[in-house]
């Protein structure tokens, strides 16, 4: 989502970086620099003179002037002062209630708000927590059928409504049902609109009082842009919002709306929406976007996403297997990527890895899901014999691995090499050869296996 913004903030921190003396010219001149770069990632206006605003009375003080790093502190400004626009740090699910705590989602039609009540539900689940989830939206065609989908496929309680039904009505019924069967969340999804009207607005009131949600969450759609703050500060007017969520945010949104929301109503955001399966939702840490866009990657959440998506199983297997010197196969291989895939893909890893925004274009363009999805087809044409003893794999086999996939044979030839690097690799390891497989890799450039 970052990408342009983060691409003008590193290059002009670099050479700031290298400068063994920052004086008011050169820091009015970056200033200039910042204040184009968050314009063109449609940042909000009042926004932009706040920030620049802040940046420029810290970075002319003794704070940076008298620095021994002048370049380093003025990057430690702007990432602080980024952190305090889009909040301080990460704010909760406030579910402190006597259940079911219910959670009340609204905002405009097309942001993905059903799709992140499925999202949520899943998040929930995970904590342990007893969530049904109803839909009230009795205006849009099968909107009520694609929440009972995403209820099943996430394994949480769905309560039934129809088109026709009063909202509220089918909104105080499912609490009621809630209570009975001791549930500790209830996710109530609205209806939304293409735009903001006045009807709308009193059916989320008419809610919001009849079921005295702990929470309200505002679902904006980051591709708008500045214009997500926008509405949803119209939202916060008519009704008592307690965070947003950011929706589409694996998108080819600039990040004006991530960097606004806050400032604009007042509210937190509490989570990114980074893609359409039912994993991709991220707690949203404003010190770790902050480090994304600044180019530093973001490990810690890294870590994070691969705890809890990762099947630890496999991995303490395949651990095992190369610690006992066993031969890495094709299912190993398999596996592996698919795992990868369960992250959010090739995209979503890099984005949180440092220094990716300064590799080139065509380089991180490489690096995609399609690649990754055709190696797996390539794998799943393959029989189970196959993938235990790929040395088996000859011409005819070759040739009729390819034709099951849709693939050449040079496509298979090229997924058997990228394999054999990874199993010899995989076997310096076994070795206890760390040391032997460093030193093959000095000097040459860090290769991905696919």
């Known amino acids: ?33 910042v204040r184009m770069a968050l314009l063109e990632a449609d940042v909000a206006l009042p926004v932009v003179r706040e920030f620049t605003a802040k940046v420029k009375e810290r970075a002319v003080g003794q704070e940076v002037l008298s620095s021994l790093t002048p370049g380093q502190a003025f990057i430690k400004i702007v990432h602080d002062e980024l952190v305090a626009i889009m909040g301080e740090a990460n704010e909760a699910l406030n579910l402190a209630t006597q259940p079911p705590a219910v959670v009340l989602m609204a905002g405009l039609q097309g942001a993905g708000k059903t799709t992140t009540v499925g999202k949520l539900a899943r998040l929930l689940k995970e904590q342990k927590k007893k969530v049904m989830v109803v839909s009230c939206d009795v205006y849009r065609p099968a909107a009520i059928k694609q929440l009972e989908t995403l209820a099943a496929q996430v394994g949480v309680e769905f309560f039934p409504s129809s088109q026709g039904q009063d909202p509220v009505a089918i909104g105080q019924a499912a609490l009621h049902e809630a209570r009975i069967r001791h549930m500790d969340v209830l996710l109530v999804d609205t209806a939304g609109r293409l735009h903001i009207d006045e009807a709308m607005m009193d059916e989320a009131r008419r809610l919001h009082a009849a079921l005295h949600p702990i929470e309200t969450l505002f679902v904006v759609d980051s591709m708008t842009g500045q214009d997500a703050a926008n509405t ?157 003893h790929p040395e088996l794999i000859k011409g005819s086999r070759k040739r009729r691995i390819a034709a099951g996939a849709g693939m050449q044979v040079q496509d298979v030839n090229r997924l058997l090499k990228q394999h054999a690097d990874m199993r010899d690799m995989m076997k310096k390891l076994s070795g206890g050869g760390m040391g032997k497989l460093m030193r093959s890799l000095k000097g040459r450039l860090p290769g991905m296996p696919f």
């Open 1 to 33: 989502m970052f990408d342009n913004l983060t691409q003008r903030l590193s290059g002009l921190l670099d050479k700031l970086r290298g400068q063994g003396r920052l004086t008011e010219e050169n820091i009015q001149e970056a200033m200039r620099e």
């Open 232 to 388: 949803a500060k119209a939202f916060n007017d008519a009704l008592p919002l307690t965070g947003v969520i950011l929706t589409k945010a694996d998108g080819d949104a600039r990040g004006g709306a991530a960097l606004s929301v806050r400032y604009i109503t007042g509210k937190p955001i509490k989570f990114l929406g980074q893609g359409e399966k039912l994993a991709a939702l991220e707690p949203f840490h404003p010190e770790r976007v902050a480090s994304r866009i600044l180019g530093m990657g973001d490990v810690l959440s890294l870590v994070e996403e691969a705890t809890r998506k990762i099947d630890q199983e496999k991995a303490r297997e395949l651990v095992d297997k190369v610690k006992a010197g066993k031969s890495f196969n094709m299912e190993d291989l398999k596996t592996q990527l698919e795992q990868m895939l369960n992250m959010g893909g090739m995209a979503s890893l890099l984005d949180k890895l440092p220094g990716v925004s300064k590799l080139p274009e065509h380089v991180k363009a490489q690096a995609n899901d399609r690649d990754v999805k055709r190696m797996i087809a390539i794998i799943q044409s393959m029989t189970p014999q196959e993938r235990r």
